[in-house]
């Protein structure tokens, strides 16, 4: 499971990139070109594939072409099979706000400074309790488009997020020692509802991407909140697990010695432990894998969050692989918004798809959201991965009904 990330105060960060790109950045004073060359046959994640070449150049290059070709994100498996949004031109000019609620955390700072470099991004709110005018201060001087500003408590908390078009939620605390897990629950569900409910009253049309853990309960907390703001709209509504495919893709391109670049791995179901179900039988480009590598490589993909923890031994976690996530699912958000038709990312939405109100899985993202469901990925299940699925319900549907409860009685309290 991903964690949630410490902040300097009780506000900061929470947990949860794909295959390919050509979106590079570079460095050169004062010069940034964007270069709609060719059109783009398909894009998920931070990355786009023959098409758009777009640099941002200043003197060196402080990525290098590598770097930011992995850090753009993805080339969706289904792009030679889709042509109709090969016309699509990427805007020439930035348009797009997008505001961070937590943004001085673990997660916060390096999530900003991603979304700070997107092309797309005309506006970047930063928003957080306390210290976050220096986080704003220092992303200030990166030569990118974007203007910065920031917001400090509750009182400028609408502020923050008036006209905004993308709102990120990594707001949170960690556990700490003497914590219980619902400590850890009710502190950081009662974050994300204080925040959802500022969404809802100054820009209930923005899409919303909550990273605040545990996902697969501050989704259903927020949904509650909009209900009863009466602004609710399912298909704006994202809990950010695109970490869980990041991490699959890494590793099975490790274990099967694949150009990472290439590798797409769909994950299923919630964002925690045995409810996150990487279908490595949808891999792509198709792999075989032995029945000891599915089980070695599912293990680790639902455990690798603790990988992290046990790393860092016990003075963080997954901070810097999670804003790296995050940011890609938020470029894919403005990519749709800009009007491509091809953009592709796995996330825990409202959905039909299985007996649960919530579940996570494959979505085409577009102008309103989510404008379709991919349910071709639960075609052809193996036994390992039924199981999985089957297994994973229980555990999903108490997370998801722990949400709503809680939800619903501070409505009552209130």
């Known amino acids: 499971m991903a964690a949630t990330s410490a902040t300097s105060l009780s506000i900061g960060s929470a947990a949860a990139v794909n295959n390919k790109t050509n979106l590079i950045a570079h460095t050169k004073p004062h010069c940034v070109r964007v270069n709609t060359r060719n059109s783009l046959p398909s894009f998920s994640g931070l990355r786009s594939s023959n098409s758009h070449s777009l640099s941002m150049e200043t003197h060196s290059s402080f990525l290098g072409k590598e770097t930011s070709s992995a850090l753009r994100g993805s080339l969706?498996?289904?792009?030679?099979?889709?042509?109709?949004?090969?016309?699509?031109?990427?805007?020439?000019?930035?348009?797009?706000?997008?505001?961070?609620?937590?943004?001085?955390?673990?997660?916060?700072?390096?999530?900003?400074?991603?979304?700070?470099?997107?092309?797309?991004?005309?506006?970047?709110?930063?928003?957080?309790?306390?210290?976050?005018?220096?986080?704003?201060?220092?992303?200030?001087?990166?030569?990118?488009?974007?203007?910065?500003?920031?917001?400090?408590?509750?009182?400028?908390?609408?502020?923050?997020?008036?006209?905004?078009?993308?709102?990120?939620?990594?707001?949170?605390?960690?556990?700490?020692?003497?914590?219980?897990?619902?400590?850890?629950?009710?502190?950081?569900?009662?974050?994300?509802?204080?925040?959802?409910?500022?969404?809802?009253?100054?820009?209930?049309?923005?899409?919303?991407?909550?990273?605040?853990n545990p996902v697969n309960s501050t989704v259903p907390i927020a949904a509650e909140v909009l209900k009863k703001k009466g602004v609710y709209n399912p298909k704006k509504l994202f809990g950010v697990t695109t970490l869980d495919v990041v991490r699959a893709n890494t590793f099975v391109a490790q274990k099967k010695n694949l150009k990472l670049i290439d590798v797409d791995v769909p994950v299923i179901g919630g964002h925690a432990g045995i409810t996150i179900l990487p279908l490595l039988s949808k891999t792509k480009p198709s792999v075989s894998f032995t029945d000891q590598e599915v089980e070695e490589l599912t293990v680790r993909i639902q455990n690798a969050g603790t990988e992290v923890v046990e790393a860092k031994a016990g003075a963080g976690s997954a901070t810097l692989s999670m804003a790296y996530a995050a940011a890609r699912?938020?470029?894919?958000?403005?990519?749709?918004?800009?009007?491509?038709?091809?953009?592709?990312?796995?996330?825990?939405?409202?959905?039909?798809?299985?007996?649960?109100?919530?579940?996570?899985?494959?979505?085409?993202?577009?102008?309103?959201?989510?404008?379709?469901?991919?349910?071709?990925?639960?075609?052809?299940?193996?036994?390992?991965?039924?199981?999985?699925?089957?297994?994973?319900?229980?555990?999903?549907?108490?997370?998801?009904?722990?949400?709503?409860?809680f939800a619903n009685k501070q409505s009552i309290a209130a």
Request: net charge negative; with cysteine; glycine share 8%.
């Open 76 to 212: 969706a498996p289904e792009s030679m099979k889709r042509s109709q949004s090969l016309n699509h031109q990427l805007s020439p000019q930035a348009s797009y706000k997008v505001a961070i609620l937590g943004a001085n955390g673990g997660i916060g700072q390096p999530l900003s400074l991603l979304i700070k470099m997107s092309p797309l991004v005309s506006a970047l709110h930063l928003y957080d309790i306390a210290n976050v005018k220096g986080v704003a201060a220092d992303l200030s001087h990166c030569n990118t488009p974007s203007q910065v500003l920031d917001f400090t408590g509750p009182a400028e908390m609408g502020n923050s997020l008036k006209g905004v078009n993308v709102v990120v939620i990594p707001a949170g605390v960690p556990r700490k020692p003497g914590m219980t897990r619902d400590d850890l629950f009710n502190i950081n569900a009662g974050i994300v509802k204080t925040l959802v409910e500022a969404v809802a009253d100054n820009c209930p049309d923005a899409f919303i991407q909550i990273i605040s």
């Open 329 to 405: 699912f938020v470029e894919s958000s403005l990519r749709a918004l800009d009007g491509d038709g091809d953009v592709y990312e796995c996330s825990f939405i409202d959905s039909d798809l299985t007996d649960l109100p919530f579940f996570a899985s494959r979505v085409k993202l577009g102008k309103n959201g989510v404008e379709e469901v991919i349910s071709s990925d639960f075609h052809g299940l193996t036994e390992y991965e039924q199981k999985g699925l089957e297994a994973l319900k229980p555990e999903l549907k108490a997370s998801i009904e722990k949400g709503i409860t």
